[in-house]
Structure formats: C-alpha cells, structure tokens
C-alpha cells in the first residue's frame, strides 16, 4: 500500500514537473522566438497602443534636425514628423491604428527599447521611477540637398536619388508625389486609393525603362570585356532592322561615321542596338549580373524593389538590340542607376548605399554604426576612366548639355524612355566633378518627355546645391 502511495505521488510530482517545463518551453517560445517578430509586425496596433507610453527615439537627419519626434500628451507619447513630404516613405510612419512603415518600421526594435539590451535598460528605468525611452537614429539625408532635388522636381511624378559616390551614403531620396505622416489617419483612405500612388516610394521601389541611360552600362560591358574600345568606328544607318521591327534613331536622325565615345555624345540608338547584338547574351548578363541589377541590397534599411531583367532562357539573339538601347522587356529602378553612375565615379567600384550611420542613445552613447561597405566591383579602373571621359564629352557637348554647371566639370547621359501608358519618361544619370568625383545621382521624371530637356537641367540644380556643400564632407 505505501509503495503504491509512493509510486502514485512520484507519477503526480513527474507530471506536474513535466508540466512546467512545457509551460517554461512555450512561454520560452513565444517570448524568444515569436515575441521579436509579433513586435516588428506592422500590423499589430495593440502593440502600437501599449508603446505610446514609451519615448519613441527621434530620428535625425545628417545635420542634426529631427525628421521624426515624439512629444509627451497626457502620459503618452504622440508622434510628429517634421521631414519634408518628398522624405516621407524614407522615414515612415508609426501609427497606433495604420501601423509602421519605413526607417520607423526597419528600425522599430531600436526606437522602442526592445531589444535585449534596452529591455534591461528599460527594467532599470522603470524602477527608478523614470520613462522608457528609444534609441536615436541619424541618417545620412542631407536637409539641403534633399530640398535642392525636391525644388528641381518641382513636384512633378519621379524620383531623385543623391548617392557620395565614394561611401554609398544616400544624401538625398525625394519620391513624389509625397505625403503628410502627420495627417495619415483622416487622409488614410485617400492615400491608398489615390491613383498618383503617393505611398510608394519611386527612388527604390519605381520600375522604369532605362532607355538611353543605360547606354553607359552597355558602353562598359564592351569596353570591359575587350570586345569594344571608345574609338571602335561604327557608321549609323539611323534605322536597323530587328526581326519585324525597326529601331530608328531621335527624330529619324542619320549619324553616319561616328566612333562608339561620339555615339554616345549624341545617343545613336543604332550604333547601342548593334553593340547590344555585339555583347551576345551570355556577354550581356554577365555584366548585368557584375553590375547587381536585380539584387538584393544589405544595408538599405527600407523597402525596395530590384530590377527586372528578361529571362536569358529562350531569349532570342536579335532581342538585344533592343536591350542595347534600355527598352524591351528591362525594368530598374532610380536606385539602381544611381549605383551604376556611382560605380563609374568610383572608378570602378560600386559602394552599397545606406540611409543610416549610427544609433544613439538619447544621452549620446554609440549603440551601431554602419560603415561604407563595397558592393561590387563591376569594370576596372581603365574602363571607368574611359566611361568617364565620354560621359562628360555628353554633358560638355551633346544631349545632356542641359546638366552643366559653371566651373564644374560634370559627366552623364540622358535618356528618353518609351511605355505603353503615355509620354516617355525623361532620365538622367552623372556625377560630379567629372575629375575627382564626389556626387553620383539618377533623375527620372515620369511621362516628361526628353531626358536632355527635362530631366538634366533637375540634375544641374542638384549638383550645384551638392557640390557646394560636399567640400565639407
């Protein structure tokens, strides 16, 4: 009888440890493992709601002036956002009702105090009696530069991407049209179904056709690879026929003798569609592939889109020709292009970009930082010289002489989209100064028109603005 009292108590005391550990296991579980990403879930205004009693940290630009704020309102906290519009799918929003998006949402364990380190900051806070408070972001907008691009765009649909060329720190990233984080809960429904689309931000997640921009990608996959050099001698027909169809020059121009370095000053449309056929398709991918279209970027911090290339698989050969002038079936973004200009600034080399150098705590204490990281490196230095000197003849001389500005050498190429949906949309890509480059940007202004006569004059203004303050960086 004792020994089946003794048998029954030891079943009880294993099942009721057994039962604990379980409970241990999944409170463990969901604390550990789920807790992080039903924190990070944009979707979970309960969340949101308990947060606002915690001080949301603030978000700088690289001056110094807050982007984003949270001011004290009857024990909460209520956020306020102090970016222009032309910022405000970089930074975001944290709403208690729409949720967080951006630079708030990418960073969102940082400015709430939830990760390890700041839960047991927290901890200490709270039983000294004092508030919660988020760590700091300092981003690398520059407030001048951002305005500069956004006055240049003067509020038309597009993009501006401002890139150092030589770090990879986004200075400036204006998407319009834009919107008013501040006014989201009562224009909420206007917002989303508003056919401008001023949600999406256009600088890394807009999918264009390149046209004749990217011209400097196919220019450098030919020289790169050998195939081609700046004074390789071509004769432009002004039309070449491309299975069915044709492929004729601007306003049924005839070039004639040219070398490749001119066809690009004048952006021969003939001379690129034979050397897109030229390259071949394993040529052409490769160097798209050296070039990072259409790949994940790793320290970007925000949503974006990659590039969309045709599929190489049954590619037909003849279809290059129009992959040589960017049209056909290729799609970037502004972001991209931008990283392409920066890769020939940098001679040769492609930094990845960032919109983020530290996270501070609000007494100053260095939390991370994020240094300049290399990207790719997609042609030699000899080719980026090469590429450079031709891309400055384009500014100094041909179709982007609309981008020059006084006692500045710069280099770039424009370029005049085709889409089915409307007028093609007007591209510029460059850097600054053409000699000892500092400054990388692209512009894309949608249903515009020509990239020499819209988009170029944009990109003027903003390397001004930038060159004028670079000598400080």
Same mark, same amino acid.
């Given at each position: ?13 294993? !099942? ?25 879930? /944009? ?15 603030? =978000? ?129 429904? !206007? ?17 264009? /056709? ?6 400097? +990608?196919?220019?450098?996959?030919? =020289? ?75 320290? +970007? ?18 279809? @290059?020709?129009?992959?040589? =002038? ?12 931008? @990283? ?108 515009? !028109? ?7 004059? =944009? ?15």
């Amino acid at each position: 009888m004792q020994e089946r009292m003794r048998g029954a108590a030891r079943r009880l005391f294993y !099942g009721f440890t057994g039962g604990v550990v379980l409970l241990a296991l999944a409170l463990g579980y969901w604390h550990f493992w789920q807790a992080p990403s039903l924190e990070r879930n /944009p979707y979970n205004p309960r969340l949101l709601l308990a947060r606002q009693a915690i001080q949301r940290g603030t =978000i700088f630009d690289r001056a110094g002036n807050p982007l984003a704020r949270s001011v004290a309102e009857g024990g909460q906290y209520r956020r306020i956002y102090l970016a222009p519009a032309s910022l405000a799918q970089v930074v975001g929003y944290a709403h208690p009702k729409l949720g967080v998006a951006g630079l708030e949402l990418a960073f969102n364990d940082y400015l709430v105090a939830s990760n390890p380190q700041q839960q047991l900051t927290g901890f200490l806070e709270r039983w000294l009696g004092r508030r919660e408070a988020g760590d700091d972001l300092f981003t690398t907008i520059d407030p001048e530069i951002q305005k500069a691009a956004a006055d240049a765009l003067g509020g038309r649909r597009g993009a501006v991407v401002v890139l150092d060329s030589r770090t990879g720190e986004i200075l400036a990233s204006v998407s319009e049209p834009g919107f008013n984080p501040n006014e989201m809960e009562n224009r909420w429904e !206007g917002l989303i179904k508003d056919p401008e689309s001023p949600l999406l931000n256009r600088a890394v997640q807009g999918l264009y /056709p390149p046209g004749s921009a990217f011209k400097v +990608l196919i220019a450098a996959a030919g =020289i790169d690879s050998g195939l081609v050099t700046p004074e390789t001698s071509y004769d432009c027909k002004g039309v070449r026929a491309v299975g069915k169809d044709e492929i004729r020059d601007f306003n049924n121009a005839v070039h004639g003798p040219l070398t490749l370095a001119q066809a690009l000053v004048v952006s021969c449309n003939y001379t690129f569609s034979g050397l897109g056929l030229q390259l071949g398709k394993d040529r052409f991918f490769r160097y798209a592939n050296r070039f990072r279209l259409g790949d994940p970027l790793a320290v +970007l911090g925000i949503p974006f889109n990659t590039g969309r290339l045709p599929a190489k698989l049954g590619l037909p050969a003849d279809y @290059l020709a129009e992959i040589g =002038i960017g049209q056909g079936n290729l799609l970037v973004t502004p972001l991209e292009m931008a @990283l392409v200009a920066g890769a020939v600034a940098n001679g040769g080399t492609m930094m990845e970009p960032y919109l983020v150098k530290e996270v501070r705590t609000a007494s100053g204490r260095v939390v991370e930082s994020f240094p300049p990281r290399r990207r790719a490196r997609p042609i030699s230095s000899s080719t980026s010289l090469a590429l450079r000197e031709m891309m400055e003849a384009v500014v100094r001389e041909g179709t982007g002489r609309g981008a020059q500005v006084a006692g500045v050498r710069v280099a770039g190429k424009t370029g005049t989209a085709d889409n089915p949906h409307g007028r093609p949309h007007a591209w510029f890509i460059g850097f600054a100064p053409a000699d000892a480059p500092r400054v990388a940007l692209a512009v894309v202004v949608e249903n515009a !028109g020509t990239g020499g006569g819209v988009a170029a004059p =944009i990109a003027a203004r903003v390397f001004a603005a930038a060159l004028q303050k670079s000598g400080g960086r």
